[in-house]
């Protein structure tokens, strides 16, 4: 199945969550937020998260400026 992830058609088999993706893609457990289909999913949720064909997957790292 593809989902979208940052705005790029991604290819996950299915039954993927969304750990299985953010793993695969070397995003990682801290200093991030993700959303899925808009809305933020806590980091503890994400290993039960499971997707579906086509969903919108949002990538936020936090970084330090000023």
Same mark, same amino acid.
């Given at each position: 199945m593809t989902v979208q992830l940052n705005g790029v058609p +991604? @290819? =996950?088999? !299915? /039954? *993927? +969550?969304? *750990?299985?993706v953010l793993d *695969?893609? /070397? =995003? !990682? @457990?801290r200093g991030v937020a993700v959303a899925v289909a808009g809305e933020v999913v806590p980091r503890a949720a994400w290993g039960s998260t499971p997707l579906r064909d086509g969903v919108v997957l949002e990538v936020l790292t936090a970084v330090q400026g000023g």
């Open positions: +991604t @290819e =996950v088999d !299915p /039954g *993927a +969550t969304l *750990a299985d *695969a893609h /070397g =995003v !990682p @457990e």
